[in-house]
């Protein structure tokens, strides 16, 4: 069983930045597949970073020059920084990571972008 838990999320006016951090119960130095989705209010989950095999990142088109993923091994941490925030990344965040198959899931961490 792996338990993940996000943080850094907030309110934040329109520009800002916030860095998100998801913790894990247990070494992530082996998994490949991790992640950050998102959840805006009355829409479907949605990729926003994600690491894969080999250690490539990809991002949703709408995030690309502005959010970055990265990981720190050591400390069981993945992180998203997000700049130059619009009211439209408003939405709850969701750390995800890949082990034997299974996708294991925080609970999630809010931001609010104000315009």
């Known amino acids: 069983q792996v338990q993940l838990v996000e943080s850094g999320g907030g309110l934040v006016q329109a520009g800002g930045s916030l860095r998100l951090s998801c913790a894990a119960s247990?070494?992530?130095?082996?998994?490949?597949?991790t992640g950050w989705y998102r959840q805006a209010s009355g829409k479907q989950r949605e990729l926003v970073a994600v690491f894969t095999s080999g250690n490539i990142t990809n991002y949703a088109d709408s995030v690309k020059g502005r959010f970055t993923i990265s990981r720190e091994n050591a400390k069981n941490t993945v992180y998203l920084q997000m700049n130059s925030l619009k009211p439209e990344d408003t939405a709850v965040y969701y750390c995800?990571?890949?082990?034997?198959?299974?996708?294991?899931w925080g609970e999630g961490t809010l931001v609010t972008v104000s315009s």
């Open positions: 995800v990571m890949n082990l034997y198959g299974i996708n294991y």
């Open positions: 247990l070494s992530i130095s082996t998994i490949n597949a």
